[in-house]
């Protein structure tokens, strides 16, 4: 049975406190450092579930995860902005993980902060109705 590097997610614990800072305001970039590449990507992915989550709370419409993707820069902008050695299709299924976890981390920074940026204004809305 193989079991999972305890450094490739990052827990349902880590991922409430994370909401939690978000909710309290704190710098997005505090949230995030010391994560690893493939930690990054679990916040990135959990972070765009959270706002199709939420964005479904409303009556102006639920965001899909194509909806949230479209504002990201599209990733042959990216690619070809990195002069990156790897293949394009690389970049495109996220398989450059291993190889270039220094261009996958800021990738998945700049991802996140998109993400952010949209999670934000529903954040507010919930922490608002929560009072």
């Known amino acids: 049975m193989l079991l999972k590097s305890p450094n490739k997610e990052l827990g349902i614990t880590r991922k409430a406190r994370i909401m939690l800072q978000l909710l309290d305001k704190e710098n997005p ?3 995030f ?3 690893s590449a493939a930690q990054l990507q679990d916040l990135r ?3 765009e579930a959270q706002t199709m989550h939420l964005s479904g709370l409303r009556e102006d419409g ?3 995860l194509t909806d949230i993707k479209s504002r990201m820069e599209p ?4 690619y070809y902005k990195q002069d990156c050695r790897e293949p394009l299709e690389a970049c ?3 398989t450059c993980l291993a190889s270039n976890p220094i261009c996958f981390s800021n990738k998945m920074k700049m991802q996140i902060q998109v993400v ?3 999670l934000e204004s529903y954040l507010d809305i919930t922490a608002s109705t929560a009072n």
């Open 45 to 47: 992915d959990f972070l």
């Open 75 to 78: 990733v042959p902008n990216y």
């Open 92 to 94: 495109l299924n996220e």
């Open 29 to 31: 970039t505090d949230i």
């Open 116 to 118: 952010l940026s949209i």
């Open 33 to 35: 450092s010391g994560l």
């Open 62 to 64: 639920h965001l899909t």
